[in-house]
């Protein structure tokens, strides 16, 4: 049978089930978000005279939830219009629908005889073939599916999503004893490609993998710090980004989970083990007390950290009084910062003779230890679960990764020397002769699965750049950027500078990469694997030159920029843009000429230069503008004066898309351009686009004269901006600025509807970037984003 989800359902309308709702409307996937009826009208409600059958009652939970969506911060929704594709209802009267639907997720409370009644409701009124999974994160599948139909059991399985579902990446799919394989099949490949997720299959048992081993890592740190007199703001200093985690690190992270939430899952695991396993499950006294004074963490305004004005404060576990903050400072810990990637700096730290060497090795030696035990018990093997402890917290590297990093042999001597029991599965691994967990076959990664290494299986989709390279070698490199063969007659241009910032050694590489691709190549594509596809021009040295009085050096670069983007834009072969999350000023600037800009679901695109005092120099304001013109249908009269407005307003606003959807909404995309749900999947469908446009006979567009507002369309954008000054809400220098911009968009004082040429406008645009570049404001502007990393407002 084959399977497809054109319709789903979510049973449970709190926090996960909206938020899940919210990321299948994001997809496009129309969905019911259920939940049950009140049993007690509000007093609004009665007021407004309706009844327990009114429909306004009886959805209130779901109805609720969908106006949380357009609250919620980070934004469950991409664009707020998405909302129109959930449509509430109740158990009470809607669980027929549920006969219309692919595909049917529970999120309700985490009991398993409550999970199982609404099970048997749902085997009532589903038709064959339809798909029921839970999202329950620790609750037996096995146990949830007893007493169901076959064509139920058969197609049932969870599906345990981390929260907020859109933004983290992990999907945990838990098959049960009785699931089709084909059904398992379907949903990993649904869970990755439609629902852009990173996917792993985990076993029936308690938390299954993610929530099992962070908990447990967290409580081993806790009883450490606990045993040794560190305070939570010390651990938290060295279990951050300095070791490849989150800026939550460890007690920030529970803060932000919940005290409640997280109490709940470490009790799922001590319900269900036994000995010394479940000892470090055991309820802490601290969070006991900490429970009763309702001190959840966020949730509460106050945990382990609590903020009183603009200071963070933590929680004495002595006094159980707050305090300020303090961090560990050791010449270790100045020394990791020396050290290449999160594995230099964590086995920098581990080994060393100080307070963050013995905290680091005490939290991170048990886990390490955990994990291996727990090999083919939660899931089949190694890469199951460090893509878990990745996708799911955070980690720059999983447990296996970590013990690569700080070395298996040197760490299990120590552990041995210490008395710690060392699991079968890494004796095996050390007496084949074997000193890590990964190694290479023929040029691709392998993982040790207890016997021998194997491959690391490789979705085609998921092209790995640093791997790609490493076996595939470069076609040219600089310090800034490298032109790759992707294959197939595509090429690839990857920036690699500092931020990805675009300097004088990115636009050499553009050039080459056009030279070489319009003479070898069916097309290109412009993309990378940073933390952020671009965050603009190179601030730093546009800011020397500026204070140097380098005006003619400054002169070439914007000039050199602007020519390397209309070779973009007139290449007479495809050139694709891949953005992904920040991708601002010049980043932008690369993207508006491309033929086709294929773009990640989570890309925050921008023209942000008015924050640094300046304006876009590099074609982005008549790229934008172009924009909105192709933006319109065939046939539609075009208002100039409207189109000049909203470039206006959104470059002197510096707005800033919050998604791909949105970015498309602002006209930095059209309904031609693509949005790659999974972001691990944007390269090859970049490549993909870039093929079918060189198949189609792509032809650049022509070079023709652009009608510009003029001298009145010129008065008329400065309108809202004199308006704002003289209110106060702008100063003098951003009422220059303004008008810089209104200037360059207007196309200058000439006649309502004059067609000029690109050139002039381009012209227009370096003129006044050069003019702001001088200026002192903006330099101080300039000056306080690179230190301070803000705006400055003068």
């Not at 084949?432 to 699965?449: H, L, R």
Request: hydrophobic letters at 40%; charged letters at 20%; aromatic letters at 8%.
């Amino acid at each position: 049978m084959s399977y497809k989800i054109q319709k789903a359902a979510v049973l449970g309308s709190g926090v996960m089930g909206s938020g899940i709702a919210a990321h299948l409307a994001n997809i496009g996937i129309p969905t019911l978000l259920l939940d049950i009826a009140p049993k007690a009208l509000t007093n609004e409600e009665v007021a407004k005279g309706l009844t327990f059958d009114s429909k306004a009652v009886k959805n209130r939970f779901a109805n609720g939830a969908m106006q949380k969506l357009l609250k919620q911060k980070p934004a469950p929704l991409s664009v707020k219009s998405n909302l129109a594709l959930i449509t509430p209802g109740n158990f009470d009267d809607d669980l027929d629908k549920l006969k219309d639907v692919d595909w049917i997720i529970e999120v309700i409370v985490e009991n398993l005889e409550i999970k199982k009644g609404l099970f048997e409701k749902i085997d009532a009124v589903r038709k064959p073939g339809t798909i029921i999974s839970s999202n329950t994160s620790g609750v037996s599948i096995n146990a949830m599916a007893e007493g169901r139909s076959e064509d139920f059991q058969a197609h049932f399985l969870g599906t345990h999503f981390f929260n907020p579902p859109r933004y983290l990446k992990l999907l945990e799919v838990i098959p049960s004893n009785m699931t089709k394989p084909e059904v398992l099949s379907f949903m990993q490949e649904f869970g990755e490609d439609v629902l852009g997720k990173g996917v792993v299959i985990a076993k029936d048992t308690p938390n299954f993998i993610a929530n099992r081993i962070g908990t447990y890592g967290l409580l081993v740190t806790m009883q450490e710090m606990i045993a040794r007199n560190y305070t939570v703001g010390e651990v938290d200093s060295v279990t951050g980004p300095i070791i490849g985690r989150p800026k939550s690190a460890t007690f920030r992270t529970l803060d932000v989970v919940g005290l409640d939430t997280f109490v709940h899952v470490a009790k799922n695991v001590y319900d269900q083990t036994t000995g010394e396993e479940q000892v470090v499950f055991e309820e802490s006294p601290i969070l006991k007390r900490m429970l009763e004074n309702g001190w959840l963490g966020a949730k509460t305004g106050q945990g382990f950290f609590k903020k009183e004005g603009k200071e963070i404060l933590q929680l004495n576990l002595s006094t159980m009084q707050y305090e300020p903050s303090k961090k560990l400072a050791t010449p270790s810990l100045e020394m990791a910062k020396q050290a290449k990637g999160p594995g230099g700096k964590l086995k920098t730290l581990i080994y060393a003779n100080d307070r963050v060497g013995e905290l680091l090795w005490n939290s991170f030696a048990p886990m390490l230890i955990y994990s291996a035990k727990l090999t083919g018990e939660i899931a089949d093997d190694i890469l199951a679960i460090d893509n878990a402890m990745k996708w799911g917290f955070g980690w720059a590297q999983g447990p296996f990764e970590m013990w690569d990093a700080i070395g298996v042999e040197k760490s299990v001597a120590k552990m041995t020397e210490e008395g710690r029991g060392i699991p079968s599965f890494v004796t095996n691994l050390l007496n084949k002769g074997f000193s890590t967990f990964y190694s290479e076959i023929d040029g691709d990664v392998a993982y040790f699965n207890g016997t021998e290494y194997v491959k690391v299986p490789v979705n085609e989709k998921a092209i790995d750049l640093k791997r790609y390279k490493k076996k595939h070698g470069v076609i040219k490199s600089n310090s800034g950027a490298s032109l790759i063969d992707l294959g197939d007659g595509i090429a690839l241009l990857e920036f690699h500078s500092q931020s990805n910032a675009i300097g004088l050694d990115i636009i050499q590489m553009i050039n080459f990469a056009i030279d070489e691709v319009e003479k070898n190549y069916k097309g290109l594509v412009i993309g990378n694997h940073g933390k952020n596809f671009c965050v603009g021009a190179n601030l730093g040295m546009i800011l020397m030159e500026a204070q140097d009085d380098n005006i003619f050096e400054l002169d070439f670069v914007i000039r050199s920029f602007q020519q390397a983007m209309r070779r973009i834009k007139y290449s007479v072969k495809p050139i694709v843009a891949a953005p992904f999350q920040m991708t601002l000023g010049g980043g932008a600037e690369v993207c508006l000429p491309a033929a086709h800009i294929q773009a990640s679901a989570e890309t925050y695109i921008g023209l942000v230069e008015v924050g640094v005092g300046l304006i876009p120099g590099g074609g982005g304001n008549i790229g934008l503008y172009e924009k909105f013109i192709k933006g319109l249908p065939n046939g539609v009269d075009i208002d100039y004066q409207a189109i000049a407005n909203k470039v206006f307003e959104t470059v002197a606003l510096a707005k800033v898309s919050t998604s791909g959807e949105e970015a498309r909404e602002n006209n930095f995309l059209n309904f031609a351009d693509g949005i790659s749900i999974n972001p691990d999947h944007l390269i090859y469908d970049a490549k993909q686009a870039a093929l079918s446009l060189a198949n189609a006979g792509y032809t650049p567009p022509m070079k023709k004269a652009v009608k510009v507002v003029g001298a009145p369309g010129y008065a008329t954008l400065l309108l809202g901006a004199q308006g704002m000054y003289n209110s106060g809400f702008i100063s003098e220098h951003d009422l220059k600025i303004a008008k810089k911009l209104a200037y360059v968009i207007a196309g200058g004082l000439v006649p309502y509807g004059t067609e000029v040429s690109e050139d002039y406008l381009l012209n227009l645009e370096k003129e006044a970037f050069l003019s702001l570049v001088a200026d002192q404001k903006s330099q101080m502007r300039m000056q306080h984003m690179l230190v301070k990393g803000k705006p400055l407002r003068n």
